[in-house]
């Protein structure tokens, strides 16, 4: 009767240790290091639609993608970021890296950029309020979200959101 309640104690035991190491080695981080630029900064990148991709990097390398920008300000901590940032250059970065095209194309990138709040009470810790802001960049087919990545900038006048451009583009354009 021992030899049986040691068995099966064993054998639960050696289940729950394999469970343990195979949810820790299948676990997904949707933190990305594929690229050299990835790794200058956290980048977070989520692909929907593996199947729609070449379409966007098609339309990128001949006619462009709808492009919408979006701003959100710091709410707690004065804003800085927008008083300095020239929104129409980024516009113009933007345009550079993925064209434009009317707004009549299903291909449309909607881009926010986000100024990071270090007054905001939900950021308990220090390495939350150290990056100045972060940039997300979602591309949609109609009303489809095909592909998004989130890549924070340091600079706390966005001197360098054109690189966070440029790594964004060379991330779909690597997929």
């Keep these: 009767m021992l030899k049986k309640l040691l068995l099966v104690l064993g054998f639960a035991i050696l289940v729950f ?21 990835q790794k200058e900064t956290v ?10 991709i070449h379409a966007f990097q098609e339309a990128i390398r001949t006619q462009g993608l709808v492009v919408d920008l979006e701003t959100q300000k710091s709410h707690y901590a004065p804003s800085k970021l927008f008083e300095r940032l020239d929104l129409n250059e980024v516009r113009n970065i933007l345009i550079r890296e993925f064209g434009e095209t009317p707004s009549k194309d299903s291909l449309r990138l909607h881009v926010l950029i986000y100024e990071n709040d270090p007054l905001d009470p939900g950021k308990k810790t220090k390495e939350a309020k150290l990056y100045a802001g972060y940039v997300v960049f979602s ?12 890549i924070d900038f340091m600079d706390k006048e966005g001197e360098d959101i054109a690189k966070r451009i440029a790594c964004a583009k060379a991330s779909l354009m690597n997929l």
């Design 17 to 37: 240790i394999v469970y343990a190491i195979y949810t820790q080695v299948t676990k997904i981080s949707c933190r990305s290091l594929r690229l050299e630029c």
């Design 139 to 150: 591309f949609f087919e109609g009303a489809d979200l095909v592909y998004k990545i989130q």
């Design 43 to 52: 980048v977070f990148e989520r692909v929907y639609f593996k199947e729609k």
